[in-house]
């Protein structure tokens, strides 16, 4: 079996406490994911990480949630989880695996 594990995170977090707009706090996580080298995509509803363990994974969402704490009493996170053994750069592969079957690019 192959050592290679690849924890595909997406998440939302933000405070919910300082009025409508959050985009000045989900920066802050965002600039925190950026400067770790780490591959992520931003959504206007989320943001999507890899990395290679559970470990990882959940230390990058601590380190994330510690951004917004001086900011708020109050945080909320959403987590979804896709674990798979044997694989890597599932961020960009599982795009193109879709793009294959279409027989095209999709809207980025």
Known sequence: ??????VLVEFSMFPTDVGESKSKY????????DKEGIPYKLT???TIFEVDSMEK???ILSRAYKQL????NRVYCV??????KGKENRL????????KQLGK????
């Not at 079996?1 to 690849?6: A, C, N």
């Not at 704490?69 to 708020?72: A, D, G, L, Q, T």
């Open 1 to 6: 079996m192959s050592d290679k594990l690849s």
């Open 26 to 33: 989900v920066s802050k996580v965002i600039d925190m994911i």
């Open 44 to 46: 206007p509803m989320s």
């Open 57 to 59: 994974a959940t230390e």
């Open 69 to 72: 704490e001086p900011y708020s």
């Open 79 to 84: 987590a979804k989880f896709d674990i798979r």
């Open 92 to 99: 960009e592969g599982k795009i193109k695996s879709v793009e």
């Open 105 to 108: 690019e999709v809207s980025k």
